[in-house]
């Protein structure tokens, strides 16, 4: 069993940056690949960026490669994604998520609400104009 709790999101500004950072329990969090999806409202939840059990693998949705990066702690069970040069479109609620084990994070992004194993509660991301 693995649970997930996200902290970090906030009210920003275009061009700001956020940092959000997610902690893991359970023996099994450095086998499984870890992830970032997003939802706005209305709209269906959607893959952000994702991460291998090792660290050596990441993948990023089209609309934030150059702008956030994941990154994980398997001595903290935490995983990270700093967001950068944030647009209002960035808006939503942001969840972490857990898959494996050794899920490939390219296979993450293909995943549904359905089949990823573990969720966080999320956090909210709001950017203005």
């Known amino acids: 069993q693995v649970q997930l709790v996200e902290s970090g999101g906030g009210l920003v500004q275009a061009g700001d940056s956020l940092r959000l950072s997610c902690v893991a329990s359970?023996?099994?969090?450095?086998?499984?690949?870890m992830g970032w999806f997003r939802q706005a409202p209305g709209q269906a939840r959607e893959f952000v960026a994702a991460?291998?059990?090792?660290?050596?693998?990441?993948y990023y949705t089209d609309s934030v490669k150059g702008r956030f990066t994941i990154s994980r702690d398997n001595a903290k069970n935490t995983v990270s994604l700093q967001m950068n040069s944030l647009k209002p479109e960035d808006t939503a609620v942001y969840y972490c998520?857990?898959?494996?084990?050794?899920?490939?994070?390219?296979?993450?992004?293909?995943?549904?609400?359905?089949?990823?194993?573990?969720w966080g509660q999320g956090t909210q991301v709001t950017v203005s104009s």
């Open positions: 998520a857990a898959d494996g084990p050794l899920t490939p994070p390219q296979t993450m992004a293909l995943m549904t609400s359905k089949n990823i194993d573990y």
């Open positions: 991460i291998s059990w090792n660290g050596g693998s990441t």
């Open positions: 359970g023996r099994t969090f450095s086998t499984y690949a």
